[in-house]
């Protein structure tokens, strides 16, 4: 699986846009990008997911750019408890082993 | 409905004891899979269970762990003879599909 780049941590203000960039410039043809968040002390929760086309759930929105090297979640409308860690994680969907490898994600501190 | 569930919540032990931790997935996943997430790091992959087929135990860190399905349901994880640097959150998921649910984990304390 293509490995990922986020920037360590981020900081937005409460009901503004969250837009946490991700590099995946090693991306495969078959690979899709996915996105999970952990806020402090639970397990894992997943976002969205794309292959090639932006995509939008009640949750955020993901748009990747036309050669697949990167991508953007978007959080229209920020809250407080937002604040976690966001994970941009590549994999292919249903290979033969479906594991997420986790990276160190980006702190997203959203602040009132 | 219900989600994944995992006993017990915090387990502490001593060292070189065995522990079992264990993970109710959702009903009818068929993907069932066992993370460790130590202080302050990313999420590390131990095991993995699809259906009937054999488990990928490539992220099992020692022989001291294992890990069963039973009924392609429960699945028990089984760690001897623990360390200190067993200490973690254990996390399990399952899935069925892209979306993977993750369960509380439980916090093991090897003293």
């Known amino acids: 699986d293509a490995k990922t780049t986020q920037p360590t941590s981020m900081d937005c203000a409460e009901g503004r846009a969250a837009n946490l960039p991700c590099n995946h410039s090693?991306?495969?043809?078959?690979?899709?990008v996915y996105w999970y968040r952990q806020i402090h002390s639970q397990g894992p929760q997943y976002i969205i997911h794309?292959?090639?086309n932006n995509e939008t759930n009640e949750m955020a929105s993901l748009i990747i750019t036309e050669d697949r090297k990167s991508s953007t979640l978007i959080l229209p409308h920020a809250t407080l408890r937002d604040t976690a860690v966001y994970y941009c994680?590549?994999?292919?969907?249903?290979?033969?082993?479906?594991?997420?490898?986790f990276g160190t994600g980006t702190l997203l501190a959203v602040q009132p | 409905g219900a989600g994944v569930s995992q006993s017990p919540s915090n387990k502490v032990t001593e060292k070189g004891k065995d522990v079992e931790l264990r993970c109710d997935p959702i009903?009818?996943?068929?993907?069932l899979y066992w993370y460790r997430q130590s202080l302050g790091q990313g999420l590390e992959f131990l095991i993995y269970f699809q259906g009937n087929s054999a488990p990928d135990k490539s992220g099992l860190p020692s022989d001291r762990f294992s890990a069963e399905r039973t009924g392609g349901s429960v699945s028990t994880l089984t760690i001897q003879r623990t360390q200190q640097e067993d200490s973690a959150v254990y996390l399990c998921a399952s899935a069925f599909g892209h979306e993977q649910y993750f369960g509380p984990g439980t916090r093991l304390t090897v003293t």
């Open positions: 090693t991306i495969s043809g078959n690979e899709y």
């Open positions: 009903s009818g996943h068929t993907a």
């Open positions: 794309g292959l090639k």
């Open positions: 994680i590549v994999r292919v969907a249903l290979g033969a082993t479906n594991k997420l490898i």
